[in-house]
């Protein structure tokens, strides 16, 4: 069980931000306006996770180059009692669609963990 952001690129360059609690169920986001994807690109992502009865979970994400946004792109508020604890920190990639699909390459780069503030 956790707290994450889910960034999900589609296949006409949009590209989804959700930010999701337990096993991986959305609370909030979608396609966010302005930011769209193609082969080559590369994205920024930043979560934060706050605050405990309710836990305050917040994303954005932005193309690699461009300033950071001000304001979070995906908000969510959760109680979900097995989840009011402290955890870890965890990254996982995946592909979908038929095989036969172009190669994906995820790569991670500059991560970074700490207290908010």
Same mark, same amino acid.
């Given at each position: 069980e956790y707290y994450g952001a889910? $960034?999900?690129l589609g296949t006409d360059g949009s590209v989804q931000l959700h930010v999701t609690r337990g096993s991986g169920t959305p609370m909030a986001g979608g /396609? /966010?306006?302005g930011v769209t994807f193609g082969a080559g690109d590369e994205l920024r992502l930043r979560l934060q996770v706050e605050g405990t009865s309710p836990t305050v979970v917040r994303a954005k994400v932005w193309? &690699? %180059? *461009? !300033? &950071?946004? &001000? !304001?979070?792109r995906a908000v969510g508020s +959760?109680?979900? !009692? !097995?989840?009011q604890a402290a955890g870890g920190l %965890? =990254?996982? *990639?995946?592909t979908g669609g038929p095989s036969g699909s172009p190669s $994906? /390459?995820? *790569?991670? +780069?500059d991560l970074q963990a700490g *207290? =908010? %503030?």
């Open positions: 889910r $960034v999900r /396609v /966010v306006q193309p &690699e %180059g *461009s !300033a &950071e946004p &001000e !304001a979070w +959760d109680s979900t !009692a !097995a989840l %965890g =990254i996982q *990639s995946y $994906v /390459v995820f *790569s991670y +780069d *207290s =908010i %503030g």
